[in-house]
C-alpha cells in the first residue's frame, strides 16, 4: 500500500494548507513530518528574523554576473544554508521581468531579459535542489510592481505573455524545479492563485509541471482555487484550504464534491512528491534547531559572486588604482559606512557581519602598499534618508540583543524564552517562541552599544505594539502610546526620534521594551541609531577631496527606497547625493564614484567623476570585493542586466496606463518592447546599455561563422581574443534580429563569460536552437518560425556590436 493510500480524507486536506507562518501540518500518525519553507531569495532565514544567514548577492547582482555556473554554485551554499536552518523549500528565485525600474522588487530579480533570466534561474534551481531542498520559483506571472500588488490585475497580450513574461518560468519547469509561487496580483482580471489557464493549461497541461503550487502568502481567495491548480494554502492556519476544502467536499452538492474530490487527491499526490523529493517524508526525520553556522567556504563564494557581480560603467584610466602612486584616499558618502547588502521586504536576511567599505579599503590599502602608509580619511557628505536607519550590527555586543520574552503583557513572573537576537530589528510572525502567545506577549531587548564616532546621534523607535528605549540608565525615546505608520506590515507606528550626546569609544547599555497585545500573529520593534551630519557636511566633503590623491564616493539607497510593499516614486539617488558627487568631482578630477543600489538610478553628473562602479547589492562580502575590484586584484567583470535609462520619461512603462496603472489595471501596451527592446526599437539613447560593463583589458571580436547545428538549429562561431595588457573578462553577447519586421528590435538569445589572459584567443561557440528563431503565434496559439532571413549580431552590449551576419531561419526536422 502506497502512503497515499494510507492517508485519509482530513489528512489528505491537511497537507493543501500550513498549519503556521512557515510549515504544512504533516501527518504524525504516519510519521510525516510536516514541511517546512523559508524565505529566499538570496539567503535563508528560517523561521525567525532574528536568527544570522550567509546574505548573498541580490538578484539583479546575481544577474549582472552573467555566469550561470557561478549561479548554481550559489544554488548549492543556498541549498547548504537551508539544510542548516532545517528549510525543505527555499521560497526563490524571484524571477519576474523588470520592466520598470521603479518597481520596489526590481532589485530581486534577476534581469529585464527572459533570455539572462531563463539561464540563471536554471543554475540558480540546480545548485539549490542538488542539496535535497526545493526551490520556489516565484511570482507566477506578471507581479512586477509593489502598487496595489495584491488586487492590481496586469492586463497583457497573449504574444507578449508566452515572449517575454513566461519563459523563465518554462525553463524552469524544463528544468525540474520541484515548487511554483503563484502571484499576488490578477492576470486578465483573474486572480493568479486561481487563474485555470495559468495554472492548469499553460503550467501542467502544457508544459507537465509535476511540483506543488504554492500560494503567496495570504494571496488564496477561495476554495474553487483547488480546482484551478492551486496545491498549497500559505501561511496557516488555512482560510480556504486545509480544513476548509475538506468540509466543502464533505459538506457541497454533488457537483462540487466530485471536482474538489478529485482535485484535493491531485493535490495531496503533489505534497507527498515533494516530501519524498525533500526527504521530508523519510522515516524517523523529526525537526532540527536552526543553525547559524558561518562557513568559510559558502562565504569564498558569496565574495566571488558580489566581485563577479560589480559593473565597470566608465573608467578614464584611473582604475584599478595604482597603490604607489596614492599617499592620501578620501573615502566620502553616506554608504561608505553603511553599506547595502540587500533589500528591504521579505528578502531581509541578518548577515553574519557587514565590512564597510571604509575599513575595507583602509585594510586593503594598507596590505598593498609598501610601507602601509597610505592615509585614508573620511568624510560623509549628506545623508540619504529623513527617517533614522537602523543601528548597525557592528557597533552592538554581539552584533544583536539578548531578548527576553513573556507569555503576558505585564513583563510578569520569569520570561518564557531567552533569545540571542541579530541587528536591531526585531521581527516575529507567528509565536515569538515556543510557550509564546503570538498577538499577546512582552519583550526585553539589551546590548551593549558602542558608537564609532562622537557628537550628536539620532535615535529612532518604531514598533508594532508599545514599545520604549533606554540608554544606559535615561530612558532615552517613549512610544508607548503609538502612532500607527506603514511600518511592519502596516501594523507598525510612525518613528519616534531623539538626538543625545555621545562619547566615541564608550560602552553605552542600550535596552527596549515591546508589550503587544493586539492579538494578530505579529510583532516587532525596529531600533534606529545614526550620528547626526552636521550642517557643514558637505563642505567637509569637499575640502578633504581636494586635498587627497584620489576621492573615492560610495553613495545609494537603502531598503527604506528599495524593499518590497512599495515603489519608488523617482530614480534620482536619495538626499543630496547627486549634489556631493558633483561638488567632489569637482574638486578632485581623480574621484571614484560607487553606485550601491539595487535598480538604475538617474546620474546626471555622469560625464564629471573619473570612474563609475555599480555594486547593487551585493551581500556580506560586497565590500571586501569592491577593494578587490577597485585595487585591481579581481577583475570587473560584470554586465548590465538592465538598462540605465537618462531618465524616467524613457522607460517603455512610462505612461501612467503602463505605470501605475488605471482603475485597477495596468496595462502592457509596451508589448515586447521590454527593456532594451523598447530602445532599440524607438532609438531612445540609454544612459548604459543592457549588456554593458567595462575591463581592465581591451577585447576584439573576429568575423561571424554560422553552420548548421544539432537538433535543426544553427550554430555562431566567432574568436575573441584579449589584446590588452592584463588577464580579463568579456561577456560575449549573441543576439537576433527579424530581417522582414521594421524597426525590429533585437532579442538576447545566446552568451558567454570568457576569461582570457593577455594575447590569448579563444573560439566561441553560440547553439542557437530553432526555438530561438520562434515568436508566438496568438491566432494560432503556439510558437512559429518564420520563413526569413534573420540578423545575427555578436558584441560586447546591445549596443556594442562587434561582428553580424544573415542567416535564414532554420526548417523544420
Not at 487 to 506: D, H, I, K, N, Y
Not at 543 to 555: F, G, N, S, Y
Not at 715 to 739: F, P, S, W
Request: one cysteine or more; charged letters at 20%; a negative charge.
Amino acid at each position: 500500500m502506497s502512503l497515499f493510500d494510507e492517508l485519509r480524507a482530513e489528512e489528505k486536506a491537511g497537507l493543501t494548507a500550513g498549519a503556521s507562518m512557515w510549515r504544512l501540518a504533516g501527518v504524525p500518525r504516519l510519521g510525516l513530518r510536516g514541511l517546512k519553507m523559508s524565505d529566499g531569495p538570496s539567503g535563508v532565514r528560517g523561521a525567525t528574523f532574528t536568527r544570522r544567514s550567509l546574505v548573498l548577492p541580490c538578484g539583479a547582482a546575481l544577474g549582472a554576473t552573467w555566469n550561470p555556473e557561478l549561479l548554481e554554485a550559489v544554488g548549492r551554499v543556498l541549498g547548504e544554508e537551508a539544510r542548516d536552518k532545517d528549510v525543505d523549500v527555499l521560497l526563490g528565485p524571484t524571477v519576474n521581468i523588470v520592466r520598470t525600474p521603479l518597481a520596489g522588487r526590481s532589485f530581486e530579480c534577476f534581469s529585464e531579459d527572459p533570455c539572462l533570466s531563463s539561464a540563471l534561474a536554471v543554475a540558480y534551481i540546480g545548485g539549490v535542489q542538488s542539496q535535497g531542498v526545493g526551490c520556489c520559483i516565484k511570482h507566477f506571472a506578471c507581479n512586477d510592481q509593489e502598487y496595489q500588488r495584491m488586487t492590481i490585475s496586469a492586463e497583457v497580450d497573449a504574444q507578449t505573455l508566452r515572449e517575454i513574461h513566461l519563459p523563465v518560468f518554462e525553463a524552469a519547469v524544463g528544468a525540474g524545479v520541484w515548487a511554483v509561487m503563484s502571484a499576488y496580483n490578477r492576470l486578465g482580471g483573474t486572480y493568479c492563485s486561481e487563474h485555470p489557464v495559468l495554472l492548469g493549461a499553460i503550467l501542467r497541461q502544457e508544459w507537465g509541471f509535476d511540483g506543488v503550487v504554492v500560494s503567496d502568502w495570504f494571496g488564496t481567495h477561495s476554495t474553487a482555487a483547488a480546482l484551478a491548480g492551486l496545491d498549497i494554502e500559505m501561511p496557516g492556519p488555512a482560510t480556504w484550504l486545509g480544513p476548509v476544502l475538506a468540509r466543502a467536499i464533505e459538506e457541497g452538492t454533488a457537483p462540487q464534491r466530485e471536482p474538489l474530490g478529485a482535485a484535493l487527491d491531485d493535490m495531496a499526490r503533489r505534497v507527498l512528491l515533494l516530501m519524498e523529493r525533500t526527504g521530508a517524508s523519510e522515516p524517523g526525520r523529526v525537526d532540527r534547531p536552526e543553525g547559524e553556522a558561518d562557513v568559510p567556504e559558502r562565504r569564498a563564494v558569496a565574495r566571488r559572486a558580489a566581485a563577479e557581480s560589480i559593473v565597470l560603467l566608465t573608467n578614464n584610466g584611473l582604475l584599478p588604482l595604482d597603490v604607489a602612486a596614492v599617499a592620501r584616499v578620501a573615502v566620502i558618502g553616506p554608504n561608505a559606512v553603511r553599506f547595502e547588502v540587500g533589500g528591504g521586504g521579505s528578502a531581509t536576511v541578518n548577515p553574519h557581519r557587514v565590512n564597510p567599505p571604509l575599513d575595507a579599503l583602509r585594510a586593503r590599502l594598507a596590505s598593498l602598499s609598501a610601507g602601509g602608509d597610505v592615509e585614508v580619511v573620511y568624510e560623509p557628505g549628506c545623508q540619504i534618508s529623513t527617517t533614522c536607519p537602523t543601528v548597525e550590527p557592528r557597533l552592538l555586543e554581539g552584533g544583536g540583543f539578548s531578548l527576553e520574552l513573556w507569555d503576558n503583557v505585564e513583563f510578569s513572573g520569569p520570561p518564557a524564552a531567552r533569545q540571542q537576537a541579530a541587528g536591531g530589528r526585531l521581527l516575529w510572525l507567528g509565536p515569538p517562541a515556543e510557550g509564546v502567545t503570538p498577538g499577546h506577549c512582552s519583550a526585553r531587548a539589551h546590548t551593549t552599544f558602542t558608537p564609532d564616532r562622537g557628537g550628536r546621534w539620532r535615535f529612532s523607535l518604531e514598533s508594532a505594539g508599545r514599545s520604549r528605549l533606554w540608554l544606559d540608565a535615561t530612558a532615552l525615546v517613549d512610544n508607548w502610546e503609538p502612532t500607527a505608520g506603514t511600518t511592519f506590515m502596516g501594523l507598525g507606528s510612525v518613528p519616534v526620534e531623539v538626538e543625545v550626546e555621545l562619547v566615541a569609544g564608550r560602552p553605552y547599555r542600550l535596552a527596549a521594551e515591546l508589550r503587544v497585545n493586539s492579538g494578530l500573529p505579529l510583532a516587532g520593534v525596529r531600533i534606529g541609531a545614526t550620528p547626526v551630519v552636521a550642517d557643514d557636511a558637505l563642505e567637509a566633503a569637499v575640502a578633504a577631496a581636494a586635498t587627497a590623491d584620489v576621492a573615492i564616493v560610495v553613495v545609494g539607497t537603502s531598503p527604506d527606497h528599495e524593499s518590497e510593499g512599495f515603489d519608488r516614486s523617482t530614480l534620482a539617488l536619495p538626499g543630496e547625493q547627486d549634489q556631493l558627487v558633483a561638488r567632489v568631482a569637482a574638486a578632485n578630477p581623480r574621484t571614484v564614484v560607487v553606485i550601491n543600489t539595487g535598480a538604475p538610478v538617474t546620474l546626471p553628473w555622469v560625464e564629471l567623476p573619473a570612474a563609475i562602479v555599480a555594486t547593487w547589492f551585493p551581500g556580506e562580502e560586497g565590500a571586501d570585493a569592491l577593494a578587490d575590484v577597485l585595487l585591481g586584484v579581481a577583475e570587473p567583470s560584470g554586465r548590465l542586466p538592465v538598462t540605465f535609462p537618462r531618465r524616467i520619461e524613457d522607460t517603455p512603462a512610462f505612461e501612467a496606463r503602463r505605470y501605475p496603472g488605471e482603475d485597477g489595471r495596468v496595462y502592457y501596451e509596451e508589448r515586447t518592447g521590454v527593456g532594451y527592446r523598447h530602445y532599440d526599437a524607438t532609438g531612445i539613447t540609454a544612459l548604459f546599455p543592457f549588456g554593458h560593463g567595462l575591463s581592465y583589458t581591451e577585447f576584439r571580436y573576429g568575423q561571424l561563422r554560422t553552420e548548421p547545428g544539432d537538433g535543426g538549429g544553427i550554430q555562431v562561431r566567432v574568436d575573441v581574443a584579449n589584446v590588452g595588457g592584463r588577464t580579463g573578462i568579456t561577456v560575449a553577447q549573441c543576439y537576433l534580429r527579424r530581417g522582414s519586421v521594421v524597426a525590429s528590435a533585437k532579442q538576447l538569445r545566446a552568451f558567454a563569460k570568457v576569461e582570457l589572459a593577455a594575447g590569448a584567443r579563444t573560439e566561441v561557440v553560440f547553439d542557437l536552437p530553432r526555438r530561438a528563431f520562434a515568436h508566438w503565434d496568438p491566432a494560432g496559439g503556439g510558437w512559429v518560425v518564420p520563413a526569413e532571413v534573420f540578423e545575427v549580431l555578436v558584441g560586447a552590449s546591445s549596443c556594442d556590436i562587434r561582428a553580424s551576419v544573415n542567416v535564414s531561419a532554420p526548417e523544420a526536422g
